[in-house]
């Protein structure tokens, strides 16, 4: 299961009750986009849930979401670099 990067941009969805804010959320591999109700953290990690599911490439990724103002966040290294830890 590789890590992918998404990143999530609050956009204005139409809800039951009129416009909401919400999260379009983009896989940064294919370019793919879901869109989630709500900005929390918790609609991130769904956002990521669903390009999961929906990921039209039909791989088992993972989706690690970057909420909006985190693009200068540094891109996923795969498989992950262990801590260096620092000796005494
Ligand atoms: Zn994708």
């Known amino acids: ?10 956009v204005e969805l139409e809800g039951d009750y009129g416009m909401v804010a ?3 959320v983009t896989c940064a591999k294919c ?3 879901v869109e989630v109700f709500g900005t929390s953290d ?3 990690r769904r ?3 669903m390009l ?4 039209p490439r039909n791989e088992r990724n993972f989706y690690v979401v970057y909420g909006p103002g985190a693009d200068d966040a ?3 290294e795969y498989p992950g670099k262990p801590k260096k830890r620092s000796l005494l």
Do not use: F, N, Q, Y
Request: proline share 3%; hydrophobic share 35%; aromatic share 0%.
């Open 31 to 33: 370019g793919h986009t």
């Open 42 to 44: 918790a609609s991130e």
């Open 47 to 49: 956002g990521g849930v």
């Open 22 to 24: 919400g999260l379009e």
């Open 74 to 76: 540094s891109p996923i």
């Open 1 to 10: 299961m590789a890590r992918i990067k998404a990143t999530a941009d609050e």
């Open 52 to 55: 999961a599911e929906d990921c």
